[in-house]
């Protein structure tokens, strides 16, 4: 029974063995490699240590340079609809280019930091029943391994590997305190660094663990409520701003955009010398030719709109969480919820209030 232990220690948490299979060595896999060798030294340490967090099967190597590889081949083709579609110029369809290919490096990095989050909440969320379950067996008179080893829920997700590597390895002879401090290579989340090191430090100092334990738990949980009223207070401000952005700003768009056109039309029908001289001289209003191009106005609307949700998503991350990044969720939303209400209200308007002036 002890090899198996051994045997099961020497495993990623959860028993699943790192990937190595699925992309073999050949052609594609050399290119990948080739290409995320290009990146810094530094990023790629980053990105392994990320993967480390999220538990993803792959190989750091093939994450950074698939990326680099599709997206510098898909590069030009987006840039190339996006300038016949929005009508762009050149200077600014060439700039598409690598806007676009940085684009999709910040979007994979972004989805392996969310997955990294994901795990690091579904972690902090769990542990408070964990170490309340943990103390309950060390009451009933288990060893503290023993103990961790029957916590040890399904329902507990990840930390029900975690629980069960750190049994293990603390059957297999691995000091306790250690095991349970390597949990923080693997868990990117401060509230699981704190923990660790309390009860490591509670389990050197042959405190009682059990009540450690508990009123970890307990504390724990009273910050899980205490940001939960937190966030109830500030809804209000993530409502207006997200109403403001996405509806608000992109309908006051339409509006000027369609103005302006009806007085690029109605000023084209004009003739200034058809008045008196006399007259015109004197009138305080004077009509000349508008000259602003409707194609440029309805483009500087759109990338305002973008602009606007990007900005707007990272604030309200900071004002949910804290973290700028955990505002960029809601970017896409925003961003097409205002394409949507732009193009609706332009064309309401166009329809209803166009026809009265033609």
Known sequence: MSDDLAQAAKARPGGAPAATSGYGYGLMRRIYISLAGLTPASYRKHVQKMLAFSDIEIEPSVLIGAPIFYSFIASPFV??????????????????????????????????????????????????DALQLTASHIRAGLTPDKALLMAARPEFGVLEKEIKWIAKQAVTGKDLADAILGMNERINSVLVRRTTNLIAEGIRSGGELATLLEETAEDIRNASTLRSEVRSQVMMYVIFIFLAVGIGGPALYAISTFLVESMTRISAGIDPSAFTTDVYSKSPIKFSQVSISIPFMIQYSLASIITSAIISGITLGLIEQGKAKAGLKYAPILVLVGIVTFLIVRSFVSGSIGTLIQ
Do not use: E, M, W
């Not at 369809?93 to 999709?104: D, K, Q, R, S």
């Open 79 to 128: 840039a190339l609809f996006a300038t016949i579609l929005f009508s762009l110029n050149a200077l600014l369809g060439l700039a598409l280019v690598p806007t676009t290919f940085f684009a999709v490096q910040a979007i994979v990095y972004l989805f392996l930091s969310y997955t990294v989050d994901r795990k690091a909440n579904f972690a902090d969320d769990i542990l408070p």
